[in-house]
């Protein structure tokens, strides 16, 4: 029997490599069988045969589309958990379902099981909507009926398969199997999930509070005028750092803190307000984006909501002074120049914090954890602090080793002269190479590298040529081009919710430092573009091996400037400044006692220690504009060394670099790193991704592996 209408479906594959892929079709088998013939997407032509795992019956094309992309969303353990309940559904419904597919020969046999004739959707084949259960605010159940039971999947995934009986939905947790072996036992034993709704045939009448949809609406309008805003800006900001004529950047400055200012008076009125005032409390019935935006600008308007515009302009005041103190001081070399005006940010910020409502998960933070929120949501000192004494308690000894080593790394050749030519050639490989879009990207030049998100389809990084120094432009690039991936890969749908500001700079750190470092100085990248190096830069390379290319790009060197140090001991630049900058916060140290703590932590840690405070505690911009952000650098490669973890169980990173093969690297990196981070906070996030909580093993693991070997220790 064929069922008129529901010809569309959403579906999901599980390809060889375990991997799920997800699409839509109006015919499943056919479908299928175009995957398995090589004919399908392009992500499943390397992994035939694929096996289906999950379908879903639509009315509609459109709504099959929607259903795909959210299934696209889920993390690959929640795509797991939806196969294994669809199985877990079918077999207990007595339908011929084998759970046993590890044997290649079963791949692409399933269909008939999955799709059985008597499975008719229709009156049999129903949607519910859940309210209020314990922990899914709605949730969606698909039923089909089997052995005189209705049984049915909660889209949540937190309850694997539920029953109904006498009008009453129970959910069956936590394992299947004991349902399959006696339904009736374990439905009783089931917990009953509050507030179930009969199923109807039709999706009951959801009644919502006219007017907090109606200021919903308001603020996703608000949202819209204001991401222009931003955007405009963002290109002026753009123009200003690399083509703006001298003297038009005046006017253009000007022109921005206009735009500056129209957003924040969007922010301000009496009406935006009201409408969050009316949404918030509705928080629960809100889908994920919207939950997310509303809490978010909720969280802002309470920071800031004792701030008088005379307070603000104050503000800005004082970090414009600071800014243009600390050029002067570190022209002059002379900490005493900066020293007044730090005092002013720190006193700035305190007090900024001082005025601050919040939101009740954020209630007893200390300021100096307050600060470093708002750049990490969620992080705090106490895990800081642990995950920094983990690193120097592994590192120290082990760059000591390295200091002490015999082993000679060739470096005479990244010096050698290489033409402004050249680099764009060596700049326009890489990012070709790595997936960067160009129709959706660009790049350009400037003394300090940045990117900027200036739009979804709008996204533009700059480098530096050094005539002596290629690789300076080579992992600006790379770095670069990371941040810029995660830009262009991000949801549509979080943009258009205006939500892609919400993951932190330690996540978007992570993924610039994923390419540059994890990729970029492998050993299986540096086979993969010595090639194509060669070529384009044959005087520079005439005499230089692959090995010694990976070599010198690995050289552990402790050295006095941040932006210049290697992988290695960079940590360490990162943990004096949050050392530093703790201390200033909470009183224990002043401002007039930085330069000399600085030479002392470079000292201990570095076994160096800058001859001036150019070198020292001027180099860097940051404190101009208060504190809390170095760590998120630092955070970066402890998040990635997880991930990298992860996604080495999952894929033959090293041969897909080798192949040149990102499409399958930044389909991972889209799955699994960038899909859940403007929703969630970094220690869940990354939790999510790899199963276990933060932890900065994975990054000293991998240091110590790589340097002792490298260093011949
Ligand atoms: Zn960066």
Same mark, same amino acid.
């Given at each position: 029997?064929?069922?008129?209408?529901?010809?569309?479906?959403?579906?999901?594959?599980?390809?060889?490599?375990?991997?799920?892929?997800?699409?839509?079709?109006?015919?499943?088998?056919?479908?299928?069988?175009?995957?398995?013939?090589?004919?399908?997407?392009?992500?499943?032509?390397?992994?035939?045969?694929?096996?289906?795992?999950?379908?879903?019956?639509?009315?509609?094309?459109?709504?099959?589309?929607?259903?795909?992309?959210?299934?696209?969303?889920?993390?690959?353990?929640?795509?797991?958990?939806?196969?294994?309940?669809?199985?877990?559904?079918?077999?207990?419904?007595?339908?011929?379902?084998?759970?046993?597919?590890?044997?290649?020969?079963?791949?692409?046999?399933?269909?008939?099981?999955?799709?059985?004739?008597?499975?008719?959707?229709?009156?049999?084949?129903?949607?519910?909507?859940?309210?209020?259960?314990?922990?899914?605010?709605?949730?969606?159940?698909?039923?089909?009926?089997?052995?005189?039971?209705?049984?049915?999947?909660?889209?949540?995934?937190?309850?694997?398969?539920?029953?109904?009986?006498?009008?009453?939905?129970?959910?069956?947790?936590?394992?299947?199997?004991?349902?399959?072996?006696?339904?009736?036992?374990?439905?009783?034993?089931?917990?009953?999930?509050?507030?179930?709704?009969?199923?109807?045939?039709?999706?009951?009448?959801?009644?919502?509070?006219?007017?907090?949809?109606?200021?919903?609406?308001?603020?996703?309008?608000?949202?819209?005028?204001?991401?222009?805003?931003?955007?405009?800006?963002?290109?002026?900001?753009?123009?200003?750092?690399?083509?703006?004529?001298?003297?038009?950047?005046?006017?253009?400055?000007?022109?921005?803190?206009?735009?500056?200012?129209?957003?924040?008076?969007?922010?301000?009125? &009496?009406?935006?307000? /009201? %409408?969050? =005032?009316?949404?918030?409390?509705? *928080?629960?019935?809100?889908?994920?984006? $919207? @939950?997310?935006?509303?809490?978010?600008?909720?969280?802002?308007?309470?920071?800031?909501?004792?701030?008088?515009?005379?307070?603000?302009?104050?503000?800005?005041?004082?970090?414009?002074?600071?800014?243009?103190?600390?050029?002067?001081?570190?022209?002059?070399?002379?900490?005493?120049?900066?020293?007044?005006?730090?005092?002013?940010?720190?006193?700035?910020?305190?007090?900024?914090?001082?005025?601050?409502?919040?939101?009740?998960?954020?209630?007893?933070?200390?300021?100096?954890?307050?600060?470093?929120?708002?750049?990490?949501?969620?992080?705090?000192?106490?895990?800081?602090?642990?995950?920094?004494?983990?690193?120097?308690?592994?590192?120290?000894?082990?760059?000591?080793?390295?200091?002490?080593?015999?082993?000679?790394?060739?470096?005479?050749?990244?010096?050698? &002269?290489?033409?402004? /030519? %050249?680099? =764009?050639?060596?700049?326009?490989? *890489?990012?070709?190479?790595?997936?960067? $879009? @160009?129709?959706?990207?660009?790049?350009?030049?400037?003394?300090?590298?940045?990117?900027?998100?200036?739009?979804?389809?709008?996204?533009?990084?700059?480098?530096?040529?050094?005539?002596?120094?290629?690789?300076?432009?080579?992992?600006?690039?790379?770095?670069?081009?990371?941040?810029?991936?995660?830009?262009?890969?991000?949801?549509?749908?979080?943009?258009?919710?205006?939500?892609?500001?919400?993951?932190?700079?330690?996540?978007?750190?992570?993924?610039?430092?994923?390419?540059?470092?994890?990729?970029?100085?492998?050993?299986?990248?540096?086979?993969?573009?010595?090639?194509?190096?060669?070529?384009?830069?044959?005087?520079?390379?005439?005499?230089?091996?692959?090995?010694?290319?990976?070599?010198?790009?690995?050289?552990?060197?402790?050295?006095?400037?941040?932006?210049?140090?290697?992988?290695?001991?960079?940590?360490?630049?990162?943990?004096?400044?949050?050392?530093?900058?703790?201390?200033?916060?909470?009183?224990?140290?002043?401002?007039?006692?930085?330069?000399?703590?600085?030479?002392?932590?470079?000292?201990?840690?570095?076994?160096?220690?800058?001859?001036?405070?150019?070198?020292?505690?001027?180099?860097?911009?940051?404190?101009?504009?208060?504190?809390?952000?170095?760590?998120?650098?630092?955070?970066?490669?402890?998040?990635?060394?997880?991930?990298?973890?992860?996604?080495?169980?999952?894929?033959?990173?090293?041969?897909?670099?080798?192949?040149?093969?990102?499409?399958?690297?930044?389909?991972?990196?889209?799955?699994?790193?960038?899909?859940?981070?403007?929703?969630?906070?970094?220690?869940?996030?990354?939790?999510?991704?790899?199963?276990?909580?933060?932890?900065?093993?994975?990054?000293?693991?991998?240091?110590?592996?790589?340097?002792?070997?490298?260093?011949?220790?």
């Amino acid at each position: 029997m064929k069922a008129v209408g529901y010809e569309s479906f959403a579906y999901m594959v599980e390809c060889r490599d375990h991997t799920y892929y997800c699409g839509w079709t109006n015919s499943l088998e056919h479908r299928i069988a175009q995957h398995n013939a090589g004919k399908g997407a392009k992500y499943t032509r390397s992994r035939e045969p694929v096996r289906l795992v999950y379908f879903e019956r639509y009315l509609t094309k459109h709504d099959a589309m929607s259903r795909e992309w959210h299934l696209k969303q889920l993390m690959h353990k929640e795509k797991r958990q939806l196969a294994d309940n669809a199985c877990a559904l079918l077999m207990a419904a007595g339908f011929p379902v084998s759970r046993k597919y590890d044997r290649p020969a079963a791949f692409g046999q399933s269909i008939p099981a999955l799709i059985p004739d008597n499975w008719v959707p229709g009156s049999e084949f129903v949607r519910v909507n859940v309210q209020d259960g314990p922990q899914a605010d709605v949730a969606i159940a698909w039923f089909a009926r089997g052995n005189g039971w209705l049984l049915g999947l909660l889209e949540s995934a937190l309850y694997p398969v539920v029953g109904l009986r006498d009008g009453e939905l129970y959910y069956l947790a936590p394992s299947p199997a004991a349902f399959i072996s006696n339904p009736d036992t374990y439905i009783e034993m089931g917990m009953r999930l509050p507030g179930a709704g009969m199923p109807k045939g039709a999706e009951p009448e959801e009644k919502m509070d006219k007017q907090w949809m109606e200021s919903l609406k308001r603020i996703r309008h608000d949202c819209a005028e204001m991401d222009m805003y931003r955007r405009a800006a963002a290109i002026n900001s753009f123009d200003l750092e690399t083509i703006c004529p001298p003297k038009g950047m005046e006017e253009l400055g000007e022109v921005n803190a206009f735009l500056d200012t129209q957003a924040f008076r969007i922010r301000q009125t &009496p009406e935006f307000v /009201e %409408a969050l =005032r009316n949404v918030y409390p509705h *928080l629960q019935e809100l889908d994920e984006v $919207d @939950r997310v935006l509303i809490r978010s600008l909720n969280r802002a308007y309470l920071h800031e909501k004792h701030m008088t515009p005379e307070m603000k302009h104050e503000f800005a005041l004082i970090y414009n002074r600071a800014y243009i103190n600390w050029e002067r001081a570190k022209k002059a070399s002379d900490f005493c120049l900066f020293r007044d005006s730090l005092a002013e940010v720190l006193s700035a910020e305190q007090k900024k914090i001082a005025i601050r409502e919040h939101e009740a998960d954020e209630q007893d933070l200390d300021p100096y954890d307050q600060m470093l929120g708002d750049y990490e949501r969620g992080m705090n000192s106490r895990q800081l602090d642990a995950c920094f004494e983990a690193c120097k308690a592994r590192l120290i000894p082990l760059l000591r080793r390295i200091q002490a080593s015999k082993k000679q790394i060739r470096t005479d050749f990244l010096s050698r &002269p290489v033409t402004d /030519e %050249a680099q =764009r050639r060596l700049t326009e490989y *890489l990012l070709d190479t790595i997936g960067f $879009d @160009r129709e959706r990207g660009m790049y350009t030049l400037t003394e300090h590298p940045f990117t900027m998100d200036a739009g979804r389809n709008n996204v533009r990084i700059t480098t530096h040529f050094y005539p002596n120094n290629f690789t300076s432009s080579l992992y600006s690039v790379m770095h670069e081009g990371g941040h810029a991936l995660f830009a262009l890969l991000d949801r549509p749908e979080h943009y258009e919710g205006f939500i892609t500001g919400e993951r932190t700079l330690g996540m978007d750190e992570s993924v610039s430092r994923f390419y540059e470092n994890r990729i970029g100085r492998s050993r299986a990248f540096i086979h993969l573009i010595y090639p194509r190096v060669r070529e384009i830069l044959p005087d520079v390379m005439r005499d230089v091996t692959e090995e010694e290319l990976y070599e010198a790009v690995n050289l552990c060197r402790a050295s006095l400037i941040r932006t210049d140090a290697d992988e290695f001991t960079y940590t360490f630049h990162i943990i004096i400044r949050y050392e530093i900058e703790k201390e200033l916060v909470s009183g224990s140290l002043t401002v007039d006692g930085i330069p000399a703590r600085w030479r002392e932590k470079y000292r201990e840690y570095l076994g160096i220690e800058p001859e001036t405070d150019r070198e020292g505690a001027l180099q860097d911009v940051h404190w101009s504009s208060g504190f809390g952000y170095f760590p998120t650098y630092a955070l970066g490669n402890i998040y990635n060394a997880m991930y990298f973890n992860r996604m080495r169980q999952e894929l033959d990173l090293d041969g897909c670099i080798m192949a040149g093969d990102f499409g399958t690297i930044n389909g991972w990196m889209e799955a699994n790193v960038f899909a859940r981070a403007d929703l969630e906070s970094p220690l869940k996030w990354i939790e999510d991704i790899c199963g276990r909580p933060f932890t900065p093993d994975d990054f000293l693991d991998y240091l110590e592996e790589k340097y002792t070997k490298l260093y011949e220790l």
